[in-house]
Nanobody, 123 residues
Framework: QVRPVESGGGSVQAGGSLRLSCRVPGYSVCNYDMAWYRQAPGKEREFVSR???????SYTDSVKGRFTISRGDAKNTVYLQMISLKPEDTAMYYCKTVQCHTPNGSWYASNVWGQGTQVTVSS
């Protein structure tokens, strides 16, 4: 399976904004549910947000109201708009495919991780 590619990370001051991008390159019959996770140094990887093909979104409590996940015009592209960033948002952010939905209506689990993009928020 093709690995998602993340971009858009960087260093910002607290209160700043960043927009992360994730795309699954190349042709695929799948329309993916996709998710963002993050991992801070010395901590376990944690769920951040998920976007399903029907538009359903979900967020971890700590980012609700500050992060917005959305789908791009290109197939299997998602964004994570992050505002009011806090130092505790500092982490490597990973994009992941969750489920493949095929044109004939079937679906199957997918679990392919990108290599991550670093977000650093300074106080």
């Amino acid at each position: 399976q093709v690995r998602p590619v993340e971009s858009g990370g960087g260093s910002v001051q607290a209160g700043g904004s960043l927009r992360l991008s994730c795309r699954v390159p190349g042709y695929s019959v799948c329309n993916y549910d996709m998710a963002w996770y993050r991992q801070a140094p010395g901590k376990e990887r944690e769920f951040v947000s998920r976007l399903e093909t029907d538009g359903t979104t979900s967020y971890t409590d700590s980012v609700k109201g500050r992060f917005t996940i959305s789908r791009g015009d290109a197939k299997n592209t998602v964004y994570l708009q992050m505002i009011s960033l806090k130092p505790e948002d500092t982490a490597m952010y990973y994009c992941k495919t969750v489920q493949c939905h095929t044109p004939n209506g079937s679906w199957y689990a997918s679990n392919v991780w990108g290599q991550g993009t670093q977000v650093t928020v300074s106080s």
